[in-house]
């Protein structure tokens, strides 16, 4: 990932053109005409080998006669001179190209890159639109029509989609701080635009259209950074199921590649659209709206129309309408007419002067579980634009509360105008509102997922590793990838899953009959062969034996009808097994695959014989914690009944989410697991037992957690170290330290906050606190120093932070030690700690910035060989100095 150099392309102060014409419908004339009528205030260089000049523009013969070397170049050449252009603009010291050609060949495009890279020149394309940047007045495309400015930043993999979308997005007033065509993404790609725009200022929200993802990891961390910053909104082609191949397993044929997508971007605290329109609809109401905790709405409405029409919508969406209790009925009583609804919506009568309105608000109080959508059809009683007048202190005060509908056209524009002028969400129909409510819901979740950074190894159950890695080497040993039933189910047994009593016969009745004896009727019979998968196909499943004669007869029956079914089968015999009866129990799926784009991936559903028939299921990327294994599993129609319902008691949650916790810790620890499912997964009120069990391996180790697209919790940087006498543990932060690391904040003295933060303060949000815990450890790296405290509970002493550009140039630090334990070298011991960590993962620069005054923080620096000098970004800043340590030069003695 990197952002290097995105500067020059996205802000250049000199553009040059390769290839600018004045020939009708040339992309050359078109991307000249563009740039010189686009208001760009930079240098702008046509280069063309025979015009002298271009609309009175001096023109340059080649690259070597411009002036200076461009910003930014734009070449509209053919194919075979995008190399030799490349090689002598980076040459010249031009930093970032454009490069609009289509039909390079795959070697073309890699010694383009070759020839960039001598010189970190970035390239957006090749075979794209270009790009525009409204508030710059550059227009470095081909498109047929500009973009207005403002803050939503547009990045599509397609250009046609781009020129449909400017114009779109034009005709209604839409503006845009970046409008990006990808192309086919040689160099420039989704993540370093995430990277990019996530911290631009004039960008509020990231639009995103996509059609395929090639770097994940690179893609998931540049989404879930930005994610935290500001809304990130993806339209992506292809939720049909074409093109998906047929997998051994049903977790391989259910998952497919959209799925996982979903998956993906609801774990990176996005959220996926399925229009253009719901783009923008999601972009207005999460830059405006996603403060809101609402999960419900109260419909407030001069018309019983308008009411019913939303309270449709609602039930469409699945968003449920806030119920009418008896102190707000009492309330609503007291400042509307007798004949109001007494009901959700709240029908206000359509002869309501603007007083009414404003008390009906009122009344409905401060509920943060509650949104409001305010719905306005005008009439002549009062004019509509002295109802917004109004309402504008209460629906625009913060947190937001209040979305608007103003229903029509002339009557109501200045009233919406009002509205949205004052940033209160706004929507042309009951039905946008509602969807744009709904939108909000599923963001929100998404965005708890985000700030969810489990271990690979998040299991309670004891793991037997040896064990399983033992049953793989078998079966590979072996020339096989299917396991057959009892093996699978001594895999499962070893991850410390429940599952059912079996055992392993030849294939006569006397050996089925001797261990049905010892296990006890009633019992399940199935076949064993290691070429059959799915035994029920083939009659090889018969369930609820209840005698030794049943038994018998069951035998001779399902060898005779497998021989007719798979006659090249051989069948190695019989799996005996305790036929499990459990009370109100449910019959579920939990299974993981291997996506090709996102790597290992977890599903869990309604099971039985009829799994891909029912197709309820939800898929999640590992590593996953019991938080994001509950999330997964109300993703289902079945976690309705599974909440119990009547007389049917709940289910046992938490033992359906510890199984898959432990698939995703399977994924983690066997890299050669390809396929699993656990199907049925039996679970009722008393907990959970696997019936059955399927798993393939490769050798080609497709799984571990090396091939996740999220990177789990660093197991391995955590150690145990002696000081002072005491066990004192040096990890990474997790999740689940947010209550210690509040604690240890609160006992830093005021004057030691200012000295490492530069202020102070007396209270933390648990949003900032959020942040500190929940991180990408792919970017980010805390190091927590803990022991345990007088109760026996951990405590945390210190902290140290380091923050890593995209390009692993630098990292910036911060360390701070709890305020009575200052001078005891946990400092330093953080901090050698932290430069092994960054030195070992090829971090150039560990950088800080110090107040001058704290002599006891600059006086450890100089201890582990940081050089001091002014602040390289603020030269006349006399209260500050800014310290460096080279990490790649030899590490020097240990402390």
Not at 67 to 81: E, N
Not at 467 to 491: Q, Y
Not at 505 to 532: E, M
């Amino acid at each position: 990932m990197s952002i290097r150099h995105l500067d020059a392309l996205f802000a250049p102060a000199s553009v040059a053109v390769i290839g600018a014409s004045t020939r009708p419908s040339s992309v050359g004339a078109t991307v000249w005409r563009n740039l010189r009528d686009g208001g760009f205030q930079g240098a702008l260089y046509p280069v063309h080998p025979t015009h002298t000049e271009l609309d009175g523009v001096p023109a340059f013969a080649c690259v070597a006669d411009l002036p200076q070397a461009p910003d930014l170049a734009i070449l509209c050449t053919p194919a075979a001179t995008v190399v030799p252009l490349i090689t002598e603009l980076g040459a010249r010291g031009t930093r970032a190209a454009i490069v609009l050609t289509a039909g390079l060949d795959a070697a073309q495009k890699q010694a383009m890159l070759d020839a960039a890279r001598v010189h970190t020149l970035r390239i957006l394309g090749p075979n794209c639109l270009g790009m525009l940047v409204p508030h710059l007045g550059l227009n470095a495309s081909f498109a047929p029509t500009g973009a207005l400015p403002g803050e939503l930043a547009f990045v599509s993999q397609s250009g046609a989609l781009v020129t449909a979308m400017l114009d779109w997005a034009g005709s209604r007033g839409i503006g845009f701080s970046h409008f990006v065509s990808l192309g086919e993404r040689a160099d420039v790609d989704f993540g370093d635009m995430l990277d990019f725009l996530g911290s631009d200022p004039k960008t509020r929200a990231i639009l995103l259209y996509i059609e395929s993802i090639e770097a994940p990891r690179k893609f998931m961390s540049a989404a879930r950074a930005a994610a935290r910053n500001k809304p990130v909104i993806v339209v992506k082609a292809g939720r049909s199921a074409a093109g998906q191949q047929a997998a051994a397993s049903h977790t391989g044929a259910l998952a497919g590649s959209d799925a996982v997508f979903d998956a993906a971007i609801a774990r990176a605290g996005m959220l996926r659209v399925d229009t253009l329109q719901d783009l923008f609809l999601a972009a207005e109401t999460l830059s405006r709206f996603r403060d809101s905790r609402a999960e419900q709405l109260i419909v407030l409405t001069n018309g019983g129309g308008a009411g019913v029409m939303a309270a449709d919508a609602a039930a469409t969406e699945d968003v449920p309408l806030a119920p009418i209790t008896e102190a707000l009925r009492a309330r609503l009583d007291a400042v509307l007419p007798a004949h109001w609804s007494h009901a959700n919506p709240v029908d206000i009568i359509g002869d309501a002067p603007a007083t009414r309105y404003v008390e009906a608000l009122q009344a409905l109080g401060n509920d943060d579980a509650s949104a409001v959508l305010f719905i306005h059809a005008p009439t002549a009683i009062v004019p509509s634009l002295a109802i917004a007048q109004a309402l504008l202190p209460l629906a625009s005060a913060s947190p937001r509360r209040v979305l608007g509908c103003w229903l029509g056209d002339a009557a109501v524009a200045q009233a919406r105008a009002l509205f949205r002028g004052a940033g209160v969400p706004d929507f042309n129909t009951p039905e946008d509102a509602v969807r744009a409510f709904s939108l909000l819901r599923t963001y929100r979740r998404h965005q708890q997922e985000l700030l969810q950074t489990p271990p690979a190894r998040a299991s309670a159950q004891a793991v037997d590793l040896p064990r399983i890695r033992a049953i793989v080497e078998a079966v590979l040993a072996d020339g096989r990838e299917l396991l057959t039933e009892p093996e699978a189910k001594e895999l499962l047994a070893a991850a410390g899953l429940p599952v059912v009593a079996t055992r392993v016969v030849p294939p006569d009745a006397a050996a089925a009959r001797a261990a049905a004896d010892a296990l006890g009727y009633p019992v399940a019979l199935k076949i064993l062969s290691h070429a059959i998968s799915h035994k029920s196909d083939v009659g090889g499943v018969r369930l609820n034996i209840g005698s030794a004669a049943e038994l018998e007869q069951a035998c001779a029956t399902m060898l005779a009808r497998v021989r007719e079914q798979r006659p090249d089968a051989v069948v190695q015999g019989f799996t005996v097994q305790t036929m499990v009866r459990k009370k109100h129990a449910h019959e579920l799926i939990i299974g993981a695959s291997v996506d090709p784009v996102f790597g290992p991936v977890l599903l869990f559903g309604q099971g039985g014989v009829a799994v891909e028939v029912l197709a309820d299921r939800a898929l999640a990327l590992p590593p996953l914690n019991t938080t994001l294994a509950l999330a997964q599993i109300a993703r289902t129609r079945v976690a309705r009944l599974l909440r119990g319902y009547r007389d049917e008691p709940a289910a046992d949650a938490d033992a359906i989410a510890q199984v898959l916790v432990a698939v995703s810790q399977l994924l983690a620890d066997v890299p050669e697991l390809a396929e699993l499912d656990i199907n049925p997964l039996l679970a009722n009120h008393e907990g959970a037992v696997a019936l059955d069990a399927r798993v393939r391996v490769s050798a080609r180790r497709p799984a571990g957690a090396a091939n996740f697209a999220i990177q789990p919790y660093p197991q391995e940087l955590v150690e145990r170290w002696d000081w002072q006498g005491q066990a004192v543990t040096l990890r990474p932060i997790r999740p689940e330290d947010e209550p210690q690391h509040r604690a240890f904040l609160e006992r830093l003295d005021p004057e030691d906050i200012r000295l490492r933060v530069f202020y102070s303060r007396r209270h933390i949000e648990h949003s900032e606190l959020a942040r500190l815990t929940q991180i990408d450890y792919a970017r980010e790296m805390a190091f927590i120093a803990t022991r345990g405290g007088p109760d026996g509970a951990e405590e945390t002493l210190g902290t140290v932070r380091a923050v890593v550009d995209p390009d692993n140039e630098a990292a910036e630090f911060g360390v701070i030690v709890r305020s009575d334990l200052k001078g005891s070298g946990l400092g330093h011991r953080l901090m050698r700690k932290m430069i092994d960590h960054l030195r070992a993962r090829g971090t150039r620069r560990l950088v800080g910035t110090v107040l001058r005054e704290n002599r006891g923080m600059l006086e450890l620096a100089h201890a582990l060989g940081f050089q001091e000098t002014v602040n390289p970004s603020d030269p006349g800043d006399h209260d500050t100095r800014y310290v460096a340590l080279d990490l790649q030069t030899p590490a020097g003695p240990p402390p």
